[in-house]
């Protein structure tokens, strides 16, 4: 199957600092990019996307950068919290007739308090 | 309120034994839905697009005839994890998304144990 089945890295914050988590992805084809926010024992949320044609995205909280010329895709938290604590994925969309996502190797956040 | 249900959330079974997951669109139709599967500390990796009323397209390396998925309605697929065994243990996740939606909604998962 597609993926990157790579054990999870992580990345620890305190309460209150900004986070960032990268990814690469791997189809140039892709024109479309989300980041997904996954709690323990539950299904992917929607955090925020972005279409190749931009190369940032300002949410709530969060930003997602994208370097098309490296593929290579951030998301930035500000303020980071402890709710914020989860495993967060990128994922590219491919159009084959109809939108296959697909995932990113993820990144394990920690927020301390 | 959750747009796509996956029903059960937690299933132990017998190994040799078969465990149905299925997945619903609740208040919209899917012609396509997907199905992946998780392992602890890993990403999700696609097992294979379900397409209703025509076969499913499975990735790479997935075995269609142990991993068979029927998606029967425009609602509904489901996906029947045949003579399970402790390696077929892990997270199974579906989704669907819109039509005309380039975002798919994730169901809750599936947490399978084979003992």
């Known amino acids: 199957g597609e993926s990157v089945g790579l054990h999870l890295p992580t990345l620890s914050v305190q309460e209150g600092d900004n986070s960032i988590i990268n990814c690469a992805y791997s189809?140039?084809?892709?024109?479309?990019f989300i980041w997904y926010k996954q709690e323990s024992g539950k299904g992917p949320q929607f955090i925020i996307d972005?279409?190749?044609?931009?190369d940032k995205r300002q949410g709530q909280r969060v930003t997602v950068l994208l370097n098309k010329t490296v593929k290579h895709l951030s998301l930035q938290i500000a303020a980071t919290q402890p709710g914020d604590s989860a495993v967060y994925f990128c994922?590219?969309?491919?159009?084959?007739?109809?939108?296959?996502?697909?995932f990113g190797a993820g990144t394990r956040l920690f927020v301390k308090a | 309120g959750a747009v796509v249900s996956q029903h059960p959330s937690r299933v132990i079974c017998k190994s040799g034994t078969s465990v149905k997951i299925e997945c619903r669109s609740l208040d919209f139709q899917a012609t396509t839905m997907f199905w992946y599967r998780q392992f602890p500390k890993q990403s999700l990796m696609l097992m294979a697009t379900?397409?209703?009323?025509?076969?499913?397209?499975?990735e790479q390396g997935v075995e269609k005839d142990k991993f068979l998925i029927n998606h029967a309605s425009l609602t509904l697929s489901t996906l029947t994890v045949t003579s399970a065994h402790p390696e077929d243990s892990s997270f199974y996740i579906c989704s669907a998304p819109r039509a005309g939606n380039t975002e798919a909604f994730f169901g809750q998962g599936t947490r399978l144990t084979v003992v």
């Open positions: 972005i279409r190749s044609n931009m």
């Open positions: 379900s397409n209703e009323g025509s076969k499913a397209t499975y």
């Open positions: 189809n140039s084809a892709s024109d479309y």
């Open positions: 994922a590219e969309i491919l159009n084959t007739g109809g939108f296959k996502t697909i």
